[in-house]
C-alpha cells in the first residue's frame, strides 16, 4: 500500500520546500542524465536557468504550485530533460525536476538567446 499523509502533513512538506527556497530562489534547467539527488552536476550542460519570485510557491491540499518565473534566455544548445531548485546562491541544493512531469517549458529544444518560458511547475505530496 503507498504511503498515506493527512493534508497537513502533505501542506507543510509543500511549506517546507518553500521556505527552504526562499526568495530569488534558482530554477536551473539542464540537458543529460539527472544526477543522483543533490549530486555534483559534472557531464550534463545549463541550458537555462530562471529567478524564481516572491513567494516561491503556494500549496493548498498536498499540491505545492510554483509560482511561474519571467522569462529568461537559452544560455547552451540542447534538449531539457530535468532541472535543479537551488536557493538564490546557484549552489545550495533544494529539490530537483524532471521536465515534462513536474514542470513544462515552452521548448524542450534549447538554444543561446531562445526566449524561455515555464507553462507549469509543481510538486504533488503522496496521496494529494
Not at 6 to 14: C, D, E, H, M
Not at 20 to 35: D, L, M, V
Not at 62 to 84: E, F, S, Y
Given at each position: 500500500?503507498?504511503?498515506?499523509?493527512?493534508?497537513?502533513?502533505?501542506?507543510?512538506?509543500?511549506?517546507?520546500?518553500?521556505?527552504?527556497?526562499?526568495?530569488?530562489?534558482?530554477?536551473?534547467?539542464?540537458?543529460?542524465?539527472?544526477?543522483?539527488?543533490?549530486?555534483?552536476?559534472?557531464?550534463?550542460?545549463?541550458?537555462?536557468?530562471?529567478?524564481?519570485?516572491t513567494p516561491?510557491?503556494?500549496?493548498?491540499?498536498?499540491?505545492?504550485?510554483?509560482?511561474?518565473?519571467?522569462?529568461?534566455?537559452?544560455?547552451?544548445?540542447?534538449?531539457?530533460t530535468w532541472?535543479?531548485?537551488?536557493?538564490?546562491?546557484?549552489?545550495?541544493?533544494?529539490?530537483?525536476?524532471?521536465?515534462?512531469?513536474?514542470?513544462t517549458l515552452?521548448?524542450?529544444?534549447?538554444?543561446?538567446?531562445?526566449?524561455?518560458?515555464?507553462?507549469?511547475?509543481?510538486?504533488?505530496?503522496?496521496?494529494?
Amino acid at each position: 500500500m503507498a504511503l498515506g499523509m493527512s493534508v497537513t502533513l502533505r501542506n507543510a512538506r509543500g511549506a517546507a520546500i518553500t521556505a527552504e527556497a526562499g526568495n530569488g530562489a534558482k530554477f536551473q534547467i539542464y540537458s543529460g542524465t539527472r544526477p543522483a539527488t543533490g549530486a555534483a552536476i559534472t557531464s550534463q550542460v545549463k541550458l537555462a536557468e530562471f529567478t524564481m519570485g516572491t513567494p516561491f510557491a503556494t500549496t493548498s491540499t498536498g499540491v505545492t504550485t510554483i509560482t511561474l518565473p519571467a522569462n529568461t534566455t537559452g544560455l547552451a544548445a540542447g534538449t531539457a530533460t530535468w532541472a535543479r531548485l537551488t536557493k538564490a546562491d546557484g549552489t545550495t541544493f533544494v529539490t530537483d525536476f524532471s521536465e515534462g512531469t513536474d514542470f513544462t517549458l515552452n521548448t524542450t529544444t534549447v538554444s543561446i538567446g531562445l526566449t524561455m518560458s515555464m507553462s507549469t511547475a509543481t510538486v504533488t505530496e503522496g496521496n494529494a
